[in-house]
């Protein structure tokens, strides 16, 4: 199981949200580069990028700091969500080096897009469900859908998503803990990947996620656990390869 830390792009800095309330931001640090460095050298195998202005423009507004990060990390595997609303973006994206690109919004809004998507960029597209008592929200969780987010999972199984990021808002900065079972009942209702994100705390979460790895969690997404240290990193990615 893989530890992926997040990085959350707003306005070019570093910044992580308290369940997505663009107001209710902690700002990390203002280079983006220096600190995708410091997961670099704890060990990170793939690094998590959101777009936040992105998400509620509908368009990408921090590419920049995405193309300085693959730049300077050529070989590390990056996935980026925020605000991907057509193929062009997606192009654009992993042309500058991106490896997977993160549908969100459009996914729901638009699902055939997802089909198209996967089409022409085979091996390079993940949806990501967010939800709130496991219904879909979209546009940076502003809107709360009428969609289970298991079934809007299952939809997309066959149309050749690498993985889906499932993120419990409820529980995303809150530092009150992972939603295992939600987690893993998505994980054992389809054959694709799924990675947990949101609520990540400290090891005991940690240790609850690669209990049940083997169900098809394939990893972890991990923010402001990392920023404010509850979570040691470099330890916590020792611990899922043992």
Known sequence: MLIIPAIDLKDGACVRLRQG???????????????????????CRRLHLVDLNGAFAGKPL????????????PDLPVQIGGGIRDLTTIEAYLDSGVTWVIIG????????????????FPGHVIVGIDA?????????????????????????????????IYTDIARDGMMQGVNVAATRQLANSMSIPVIASGGITNMDDIRALKAVAGEGIAGAITGRAIYEGTLNLSEAQRYCLQ
């Not at 921090?62 to 990390?73: E, L, M, P, S």
């Not at 919004?105 to 022409?120: G, I, L, S, Y």
């Not at 289970?148 to 149309?159: G, K, M, N, S, T």
């Open 62 to 73: 921090n590419a920049d700091a995405v193309r300085g990060i693959t730049a300077q990390y």
């Open 21 to 43: 309330e663009m107001k209710d931001a902690t700002v990390f640090g203002d280079d983006p580069v220096a600190m995708a460095s410091r997961w670099v050298d704890e060990g």
């Open 132 to 164: 709130r008592d496991g219904w879909v929200a979209t546009d940076g969780w502003a809107k709360v859908t009428d969609t289970q987010a298991v079934a809007l999972a299952r939809q997309f199984e066959q149309d050749g998503v690498s993985a889906i």
């Open 105 to 120: 919004t459009k996914a729901v809004t638009d699902p055939d897009f997802v089909r198209e998507a996967c089409q022409k």
